[in-house]
C-alpha cells in the first residue's frame, strides 16, 4: 500500500528515516581511506562499544539486515542434521523464506505460541521422542525479545528457557531485532535481557530503531563463533566499507541512543493505546509492552482507516491489524490517527443507528 507523502504511516518501524545523529556518524565516517572488510578504527570502537553492552568476552559480526544475521546466528550453532525450535509465529518461522533452513540445512521446528511466547515445557512438548539417527537432533531454541506479538519475555522466562537448553546440550539464541524496545520497557540494561540470563547468541536490530540499516550478531558464548567469519561471508554479509555499518552502532550505543529512540516509540505506542482502547469495534488484543498495537477491528473499520493510514493486517481472517509506531513518530502523528479512528467510530456508530430506525 502506498499513500502520498505526509500521509500516517503505523505500518512497521522499518519505514522511518535515520536518526540525525546516526546521520552524523554516517558523515563523520566518509572521509579519508581506511582498510576494508572491518579492519578499521570504526568497526574496532562499535565492537568495544557492544562489548561494554554485552560483556567483554563477546564477539560481534556486523551484517546488512535481520535475516542475515538470523541465519548466519542459527548456522554457527546448528548443524544440517540438528533442529532449531521456535514459536510459531516468530520471524524466523514465518517471514524469512525459508532462509535459515536453506542455509544451516536443518530442521525448524515450529512451536505453538501464546501471546508470542514459548516456555521449557512447550519446547519439550513439540519434541516428539528421539529414535536417534531418524530424527533432527535438538541443538537451537530461538526466541523473539520482544515477540511478534509486542509481548516481553521477563528475565526470569529468558533464563528459564536457557537453563532448560543447556541442561540438554543446546544453546538459546534470540532475535533481537527489537531488543532495545523491550529493555526500554523492563527499565533495565541490553545485558540483563542477554548476557546476564544465558542467552548464547543474539541477533541484536538497529534498524527498527533509527539506523540506516545494520544488525549485530553478538556471540555472548564465544565457542558458537567458531566459524562464524566465514558462515558470514558464504551468507554475503560481510560488508567491504563496514565502517559505515559500524559507526551505526557506535552512535546507537553513545549517550543511549538506543534506549532515548525505543523509549520514545513505546511511549507514542502507549499514547495511542490510551486514546483508543475504549472504544466499540476496537479491541486491543495483546497488552500494549512495547511499539506495537494489535487491535481487533469491526471489519468496516478497515478500509476507511487504510484510506488515511498505512497499516498491515496481521491476521486478515480474525480482522487484527498490526499498528507500530517509531522513534520519530510524533505525538501529532498519534493523535492524528487516533481522531481518524474515532470518526471511523463514529460513523459506523451512525450508519448502523440509521439501520437500525429504517
Given amino acids: ?71 548466519v ?17 516468530s520471524h524466523l518461522w514465518c517471514d524469512e523464506c525459508a532462509a535459515p533452513e536453506k542455509f544451516f540445512g536443518g530442521k525448524l521446528v515450529a512451536v505453538p505460541a501464546r501471546s508470542g511466547k514459548i516456555t521449557p515445557a512447550d519446547v519439550t512438548a513439540s519434541m516428539s521422542g528421539n529414535r536417534g539417527v531418524h530424527h533432527a537432533q535438538p541443538k537451537v531454541i530461538s526466541i523473539t525479545q520482544p515477540t511478534e506479538w509486542g509481548t516481553i519475555y521477563q528475565p526470569a522466562e529468558m533464563q528459564a528457557l536457557a537453563e532448560f537448553a543447556h541442561s540438554r546440550g543446546m544453546f538459546l539464541h534470540v532475535d533481537g531485532a527489537r531488543l532495545s524496545n523491550a ?7 541490553l545485558g540483563a535481557i542477554s548476557t546476564d540470563v544465558g542467552v548464547d547468541v543474539l541477533s541484536f536490530g538497529g534498524t527498527k530503531n533509527g539506523l540506516m540499516g545494520g544488525e549485530a550478531i553478538i556471540f555472548i558464548n564465544p565457542a558458537c563463533a567458531h566459524n562464524a567469519g566465514y558462515l558470514r561471508k558464504q551468507a554475503t554479509q560481510l560488508a567491504s566499507k563496514m565502517r559505515f555499518i559500524a559507526v551505526q552502532f557506535e552512535a546507537l550505543l553513545s549517550n543511549e541512543l538506543w534506549r532515548r ?77 487516533a481522531r481518524i479512528i474515532h470518526d471511523v467510530a463514529a460513523d459506523r456508530r451512525g450508519s448502523a443507528s440509521t439501520t437500525r430506525q429504517t
Fill in 1 to 71: 500500500m502506498i499513500l502520498p507523502m505526509g500521509s500516517l504511516y503505523f505500518a512497521s518501524d522499518n519505514t522511518s528515516g535515520i536518526h540525525p545523529e546516526i546521520l552524523a556518524a554516517i558523515e563523520r565516517a566518509n572521509h579519508g581511506f581506511v582498510t576494508g572488510y572491518g579492519d578499521d578504527p570504526f568497526t574496532r570502537s562499535a565492537t568495544v562499544a557492544l562489548g561494554e553492552a554485552f560483556g567483554e568476552s563477546a564477539e560481534v559480526y556486523f551484517t546488512f539486515g535481520g535475516t542475515g544475521a538470523n541465519v
Fill in 73 to 89: 546466528a542459527i548456522a554457527s550453532m546448528a548443524r544440517s542434521f540438528e533442529a532449531v525450535y521456535c514459536a510459531d509465529c
Fill in 261 to 337: 529512540n525505543a523509549s520514545h516509540a513505546n511511549t507514542m505506542a502507549a499514547r495511542l493505546a490510551r486514546a483508543v482502547s475504549a472504544l466499540d469495534g476496537l479491541e486491543l488484543i495483546c497488552p500494549v509492552e512495547v511499539n506495537a498495537l494489535f487491535p481487533k477491528l469491526d471489519p468496516s473499520f478497515i478500509e476507511p482507516l487504510q484510506e488515511h493510514c498505512v497499516f498491515y493486517m496481521w491476521d486478515e481472517p480474525a480482522s487484527i491489524a498490526r499498528w507500530m509506531t517509531s522513534f520519530n513518530t510524533t505525538a501529532a502523528d498519534v493523535d492524528a490517527f
Fill in 183 to 189: 529493555a526500554a520497557s523492563l527499565e533495565t540494561s
